[in-house]
């Protein structure tokens, strides 16, 4: 665990932080849990308040719009995965100490901009300035919804037999920062083509669409059992993640995998796997197999590609990886590599 980047493994949450919760009170109906992307609190009258948090980004190579973009949108996304978009968001900002006042007014207006877009309400937080603050992350923020109890979806839903869906490509987030971050890398050793595609996926990065087309407009609850975030640990991590939030196993085919020419090239040129890394922007979504091509259908209608990579089977089964006619364990990777070659090109002055 010592020196690991990126979010707490799974063990050590179980063995850290899943017994000591605080008070334990009954109208939590979802508290902390791996692969579980909301809590839910039991409210009166059938409604339930959804609530998600996560890092502020504030990335210095990517610029003050993209970073709000992303602290807006990342936070979104979790929220989206009940079906629901977020209403209401509580920041706290923990800037830098020589963050001057131009760039805060900059970095909060597009904050402001971004949060208007997708109904979200400002309720508070707080700010303040940090001595050594030196990271790309600039405090955290809370975002909430209320709604109907029984509408809402949670990643630890899939049903035996449903049907493992995927929007978009694998390695979404990764790749579009990366591109970002180093243009002149990825202009030289890609090419202006794959360079622009790469960049302009940036985009893409919310997957609020995604989750409210997949459930259609009037919450069809019988379409989608369970949805997850794509994010450390990509694709199959965020697969893997569902499958046991579930208590359930998966086989999950290798080449179905949606992995786009533009992700694979820019992950190579890092060395990475584009199967494993940071990809939010694509969506999980475990619906009943019958229900499977309706849901691909809708998701197309707005120009969002979704395709089916494996199938929910029983806990004793495991979870398979079916890769080049073999069947393996999938591997669970707590750590994400595209943390350290992310910060491995910094140092090596990659531009």
Not at 198 to 220: E, N, P, R, T, Y
Not at 237 to 254: D, H
Not at 257 to 272: C, G, K, N, R, T
Not at 320 to 343: R, S
Request: hydrophobic share 45%; proline share 3%; glycine share 10%.
């Amino acid at each position: 665990m010592d020196g690991q980047l990126g979010k707490i493994a799974h063990t050590f949450f179980d063995q850290l932080v899943k017994t000591r919760l605080g008070a334990s009170r009954q109208d939590v109906i979802a508290g902390p849990q791996f692969g579980v992307d909301v809590s839910l609190i039991d409210l009166s009258e059938g409604n339930a308040l959804v609530l998600a948090s996560d890092p502020l980004s504030l990335i210095p190579s990517l610029g003050l719009e993209e970073s709000a973009w992303l602290s807006v949108h990342l936070l979104a996304n979790d929220i989206a995965t009940t079906g629901f978009a977020p209403q209401f968001g509580q920041f706290v900002l923990n800037l830098p100490a020589g963050f001057s006042k131009a760039d805060f007014d900059v970095y909060w207006d597009y904050i402001h901009r971004f949060s208007q877009e997708i109904g979200l309400a400002i309720t508070g937080g707080h700010t303040g300035f940090v001595e050594g603050q030196n990271s790309t992350i600039a405090g955290g923020a809370t975002f909430a919804t209320i709604a109907p109890k029984e509408k809402i979806k949670l990643s630890k839903n899939a049903q035996l037999g449903d049907s493992i869906l995927v929007t978009k490509s694998a390695a979404v987030s990764a790749v579009a920062i990366l591109a970002r971050s180093f243009p002149v890398t990825v202009k030289n050793k890609a090419g202006n083509e794959i360079f622009h595609a790469a960049a302009g996926s940036f985009d893409q990065l919310s997957s609020l669409k995604d989750a409210l087309l997949a459930v259609g407009s009037q919450q069809a609850a019988a379409d989608v059992s369970a949805m997850h975030d794509v994010t450390e640990g990509g694709i199959l991590g965020a697969i893997y993640e569902l499958v046991v939030a579930s208590g359930l196993g998966a086989k999950i085919y290798n080449e179905k995998l949606p992995i786009h020419d533009v992700q694979q090239q820019v992950s190579q040129l890092f060395d990475l796997d584009p199967r494993y890394i940071v990809g939010a922007g694509s969506m999980i979504i475990s619906v009943p197999q019958a229900k499977a091509m309706s849901v691909i259908q809708r998701l197309a209608s707005g120009n969002i590609p979704c395709v089916e990579v494996g199938r929910i089977g029983k806990k004793d089964e495991g979870i398979k990886l079916i890769e080049g006619g073999t069947e393996k364990e999938l591997i669970y990777h707590a750590e994400d590599p595209y943390w350290a070659a992310f910060f491995n090109a910094l140092k090596s002055g990659w531009k």
